[in-house]
């Protein structure tokens, strides 16, 4: 009974990560590329304003239109994690009507639902044999469009953009110690499994609202580069604590988390769950609190020190990032035990001799 009814309970689950995961990582191409070079463009021009002329303002157009597109693509790859090829056309479109309406990263998440299942129930339907060529490139991308994207510009876009609305302006309200819990949730949320579903669900929330909020990135931008830069630092301080390929990894990791890549501290968290993840986790929320407390506030959609051309009030968005790995660090570093190096016993002959003599 017990098994039966875990498995029911994760029967909608699975699927539903799958789904968000192959979008988030489809996604996230569109959030690098182009929240890197508008960070770029605004460093290389010197203000903290974007640039509109010139060569810079064109760069910087490149980096708004990576921007733009990465709310469709997370709709559209989720429609096409659910029906396969069909479902992209459909998922971009309803995904670009959201955007359009003003109903942000939920509608674009309801809009690939929408269009992964409109397909799904499209594909339900017998047709004749001679219309089964044209399905794939015409009647399911059409009809799933149709289906889809009426209901998003008819029916629930609107709802969802007031939802939306609502609840930008409650974070918008938020002053002092009342942004206290959403900064340690968030930030709890960005440590614990180090770019796994948790991490992209706080992510692509702060990424979404980066026009409107700018300061839930000033912390989630922090607290995604504290894990590895904090496990980076562990590695120099409590030099005895790791074997010398985690100290190599520790080099990387602190390259990777001023890129903001959370990521880098997969490799420590592998070798030794038990201590680091409630470090990334503690240190990710520490993080992102400070930030919150700060007031800092970062345009971009990405994370990490790379970033800071385009945030506001940035000694406190290093000091947030700083304060965040230096909890990592100490907590790894007090519990964890000293390395010791395996010793490889040098086995005589003399047993398998001994064996020979006897056997002969």
């Known amino acids: 009974m017990a098994a039966n009814a875990k498995k029911k309970g994760n029967s909608w689950w699975a699927p539903a990560q799958k789904h968000l995961m192959t979008a988030t990582g489809y996604m996230i191409p569109f959030v690098v590329a182009g929240g890197i070079i508008f960070a770029l463009s605004v460093m290389l021009s010197g203000q903290p304003s974007q640039p509109t002329t010139g060569w810079l303002g064109k760069l910087n157009s490149i980096g708004a239109a990576g921007l733009a597109l990465f709310i469709p693509a997370l709709g559209g790859y989720l429609a096409f994690s659910m029906a396969d090829r069909p479902g992209l056309a459909p998922g971009f479109i309803t995904a670009y009507l959201a955007v359009q309406i003003h109903a942000g990263f939920l509608g674009g998440i309801l809009g690939g639902i929408l269009a992964g299942y409109s397909v799904n129930l499209l594909k339900k339907i017998k047709l004749p044999a001679n219309f089964r060529t044209l399905s794939t490139i015409f009647i399911y991308p059409l009809g799933g469009t149709l289906i889809a994207g009426g209901l998003m510009v008819f029916v629930l876009g609107g709802p969802i953009a007031e939802i939306m609305k609502a609840l930008t302006s409650f974070l918008n309200g938020l002053h002092g110690a009342a942004k206290a819990p959403l900064g340690a949730l968030l930030g709890a949320m960005v440590g614990i499994d180090m770019g796994g579903p948790i991490n992209k669900v706080a992510y692509t929330f702060a990424q979404t609202q980066v026009d409107t909020l700018p300061f839930l990135m000033g912390g989630v931008g922090a607290a995604g580069a504290t894990p590895p830069i904090g496990l980076g630092i562990a590695t120099l301080i409590f030099r005895k604590k790791f074997s010398p390929d985690e100290k190599n990894s520790g080099i ?24 680091v993840i409630p470090a990334n986790t503690i ?70 001799i001994d064996f020979d003599i006897q056997n002969f």
């Open 252 to 275: 990387a990791a602190l390259v990777m988390g001023t890129m903001g890549i959370t990521e880098g501290a997969i490799p420590f968290a592998t070798a030794d769950p038990v201590r």
């Open 283 to 352: 240190g990710a929320a520490v993080a992102c609190l400070s930030g919150f407390m700060f007031g800092c506030l970062n345009h971009a959609p990405w994370g990490g020190l790379i970033v800071l051309p385009v945030v506001e009030n940035r000694l406190g968005y290093v000091a947030a990032v700083l304060i965040g790995s230096l909890v990592v660090a100490v907590i790894v570093g007090f519990t964890k035990k000293n390395y010791v190096a395996e010793e490889v016993e040098d086995k005589t002959d003399d047993e398998d």
